[in-house]
């Protein structure tokens, strides 16, 4: 794979280029050393002339060299940040691709979830040496749900502000908050792994079923999970088996795909029996509930297939685990149709653990 001379993959990097197309970001750099400053250019100047937009808060004696290495406008965020103040940034963002914020060293986190939140910002980043939330970093992590746990991470290393200025940017329209190290931001915003933790507030995937354009990903992912133990080879017609009744848990801002599973029912026609089939999540979004919100959905359309029993094969321990709890029950080979045995690698059998779900029918709305 052809990569850029910082070791960012270029196709990655020209698909979150065009993500950014008209988005403004948002960045925070507490901390600005020598190789931070360089990679903030570097980024800057992957974007080119495009209409991506960026404000860095940076600390006031930190403003010269960041102009001097990204260009732009400048604003003092000392003084009291009236509407006409605001109108002015409103209108520096606008007219230059960069702005750079002076702000108290003590007051950049906080000023640029304010900046973020005022602007309307799509994107913000907070940047510190210790980068993203444990080690190594989570992916994401949604702020309602480990709200207290964070807190008090990010207190244990002095970062008191960072939760309430995430909070006020997401409040104010961005999507998601990056909390990473200013070394890393080029990673952290031009490939899918980055480096850092993605903070979100609420709902950040959708359940959709999976298109005819998805085919190349869902292959992909297939071909990773069979890589990885987690599901058997698969030809290309059973994967497109798979996708016609299949179903994707998709990130809102992008439709990238975050997991997908499909829903074999037509071996087992007549048994009142549906398999669960290529579930695999991608490793990227860990921790955003891919798997249980696709497990939901399977469950759905069992309900309104009038399939009564859903059950899983796997070789993998994690996935046992995560079908055990979903509601699903290990049981013995023989309490699932017996066609699903038929064919079957032998080398895999014997490791092979059944998962059995009874899943109980709507109700009749003519019983209502």
Wanted: glycine content about 10%.
């Amino acid at each position: 794979m052809e990569l850029t001379s910082s070791g960012v993959p270029v196709p990655e990097r020209d698909f979150f280029i065009e993500e950014f197309r008209g988005v403004t970001i948002v960045v925070a750099l507490p901390v600005l050393g020598s190789v931070a400053l360089e990679t903030v250019a570097r980024t800057v100047g992957e974007f080119g002339a495009r209409d991506t937009r960026f404000i860095f808060v940076v600390p006031v004696d930190s403003v010269s060299a960041t102009v001097d290495a990204v260009g732009g406008l400048t604003m003092d965020a000392s003084s009291v940040w009236s509407d006409d103040r605001v109108a002015d940034l409103w209108l520096a963002t606008a007219d230059s691709q960069c702005v750079v914020v002076g702000a108290e060293a003590s007051a950049v986190a906080r000023t640029a979830g304010f900046v973020s939140a005022s602007v309307r910002a799509s994107k913000t980043v907070l940047t510190d040496p210790g980068g993203g939330w444990g080690n190594p970093p989570r992916s994401f992590a949604d702020i309602d749900v480990h709200r207290e746990r964070l807190g008090a991470h990010l207190a244990e290393r002095g970062l008191d502000d960072f939760l309430p200025a995430a909070q006020e940017a997401l409040a104010g329209g961005a999507y998601s908050v990056n909390l990473c190290c200013a070394e890393d931001l080029e990673f952290e915003l031009l490939t899918f792994d980055g480096r850092g933790t993605v903070l979100t507030q609420g709902r950040y995937l959708h359940l959709a079923a999976l298109q005819v354009d998805d085919f190349p990903a869902i292959e992909s992912l297939v071909a990773q999970g069979v890589h990885e133990g987690v599901l058997k080879p698969r030809s290309r017609i059973e994967i497109a088996r798979m996708a016609v009744g299949g179903l994707g848990a998709r990130v809102l801002r992008t439709g990238h795909l975050a997991g997908i599973v499909g829903l074999e029912v037509d071996r087992y026609a007549g048994t009142g029996f549906g398999e669960v089939s290529g579930l695999i999540t991608v490793a990227e979004f860990s921790g955003l509930g891919a798997g249980g919100l696709l497990m939901d959905g399977l469950v759905r359309i069992c309900r309104e297939r009038g399939v009564s029993n859903l059950f899983a094969v796997t070789v993998s321990g994690e996935a046992a685990e995560f079908f055990a709890r979903r509601g699903f029950v290990e049981v013995a080979h023989q309490d699932v149709p017996a066609s699903k045995w038929q064919d079957y690698d032998a080398d895999r059998l014997d490791a092979a653990r059944c998962f059995l779900r009874h899943i109980r029918a709507l109700p009749d709305s003519r019983d209502a």
